[in-house]
């Protein structure tokens, strides 16, 4: 009871009786100036702009001028003309509660499930700063993430920052709703960003099935919409995160992709006067990109955890563009998505030689790092030495390590694949595959940690 008088109470309290109120004064390109509301305005205000057939058109404070001010409109300006009003809509946050579980939301926290969505008691900005450093907790115990790769290699503790870097169809998508499924946490948060319209419904519904949506909110903004758009909904995933993590849970914040988000605060940048820096980028992005990552992680006294996974488009498998780089720099470690080990079916595609976990070695035991070492070894070995044997070159006994690499290798492929019921019960897989090819397992550091 009490907790739907306080969403009735958010409802009411979200309703105005009176708004500022300008008039178009000018369209440059694909902005809109208005007079009237220079002193009333702030940059990352609302305004809704009324068309002379009725159709409301919304848009986003992005310049302000002397006598006047700048919008960025979120939808295609037809039909704007001099003199149409536009009101100023002050509040630029969102009020998530329990309810939303569950539900797909836009990112303005609106349903797009077609059913009614109350608010929660609270109106929380979008772009909120991190819990303060010095008060933050450490990395927490290792998660149960259902996939056997990330339970023995690439391991996930709670309140970890990791990034996801992938081309265009090399199961990114499936990765992180098997994620969405499967990984430890109170609930799940997905960010849509900049996805094709058709697939959002079949992400929800097929991808992630009523088992991954029992606990989760999906926000999305699709690929026609405004680059205001796009860019708030990564904001509003990340706010009503740290909604439930100050109720003391544990979120796993999935965002697909930040480089979708990187791209939509170019266009808002460049349209704001900005000027392009890092590789057509305006030099703005990295501090954007840093602060929502900061946002994720662990919390402070009585809050819950952020564990997020932050996906990243990589064309051509380019890890050393602008947005790999940034987040490479402020995350926990990252995982490698290879498109030549998709096409011969191996799911998730992950790269092991060029991905890391920065929880290890702290993450496990010493027997465990000693075997992830030694899987590593001879991944490493079989990848140096693959051209060779394919080409009939290498004669069996030449190398005893290349040897156990071959003996062991068709194992691994079949191994990376399946799901997992345990942490202990995939080293143990691990372990007998090892001591099967005569490996020996040397007791020392894994790779991780490092800045």
């Known amino acids: 009871m009490k907790t739907g008088l306080s969403a009735l109470g958010a409802e009411l309290s979200s309703l105005h009786h009176a708004y500022d109120l300008g008039r178009v004064s000018a369209v440059e390109g694909n902005m809109v100036r208005v007079a009237g509301l220079s002193g009333a305005a702030r940059v990352g205000d609302r305004a809704e702009l009324l068309k002379a057939d009725g159709e409301i058109l919304f848009a986003e404070v992005v310049q302000l001028h002397g006598d006047d001010i700048s919008l960025l409109p979120d939808n295609v300006l037809d039909g704007v003309s001099i003199g149409n009003a536009v009101r100023l809509v002050p509040l630029v946050g969102i009020a998530p509660g329990p309810s939303w579980i569950g539900r797909v939301i836009d990112a303005d926290g609106r349903p797009l499930d077609g059913q009614p969505l109350l608010r929660g008691g609270e109106m929380r900005p979008i772009k909120a700063p991190p819990p303060p450093a010095a008060l933050r907790r450490s990395l927490g115990a290792r998660l149960e993430t259902g996939l056997s790769v990330f339970n023995t290699m690439l391991p996930l503790v709670r309140g970890q920052r990791l990034g996801l870097f992938a081309g265009s169809g090399v199961g990114k998508s499936s990765l992180l709703a098997a994620m969405a499924r499967g990984m430890a946490a109170d609930v799940v948060v997905l960010a ?6 058709r697939e959002v419904r079949e992400f929800v519904e097929e991808t992630l099935g009523p088992e991954g949506m029992r606990r989760s909110i999906v926000v999305a903004a699709t690929s026609d919409q405004s680059p205001t758009q796009r860019r708030r909904c990564l904001w509003t995933a990340m706010t009503v995160a740290e909604y439930f993590r100050d109720q003391g849970q544990h979120v796993l914040l999935l965002a697909d992709s ?35 990552c900061e946002r994720a992680g662990p919390g402070g006294g009585d809050q819950g955890d952020i564990t ?40 998730p595609a992950v790269d092991l030689t060029k991905s890391v976990s920065r929880s290890l070695p702290g993450a496990a035991s010493a027997e465990q790092n000693a075997i992830i070492m030694a899987v590593r070894r001879l991944i490493a070995k079989y990848e140096q030495s693959e051209m060779m044997v394919k080409a009939g070159l290498y004669k069996e ?18 191994f990376w694949t399946t799901s997992s019921d345990s942490v202990e019960g995939s080293f143990a897989r691990l372990g007998l ?17 490092g800045g």
């Open 308 to 347: 997020a996974v932050f996906s990243v488009l990589v064309a051509g498998s380019d890890m050393e563009g602008p947005i790999a780089d940034i987040l490479r720099g402020v995350l926990d470690g990252h995982v490698v998505m290879d498109r030549q080990i998709a096409e011969r079916g191996r799911f």
């Open 397 to 414: 006994g030449s190398d005893p390590e290349l040897d156990q690499a071959l003996q062991i290798w068709p194992e691994l492929e079949t």
């Open 192 to 197: 849509l960003v900049g996805e094709r319209g």
């Open 258 to 292: 930040v480089t979708r988000f990187a791209e939509a605060h170019r266009e808002v940048a460049v349209a704001s006067g900005e000027m392009p820096a890092l590789r057509g980028y305006p030099a703005s992005t990295a501090h954007t990109i840093t602060a929502l």
């Open 433 to 449: 595959m090892l001591r099967r090819c005569g490996a020996s397992l040397s007791q020392g550091v894994s790779q991780g940690g």
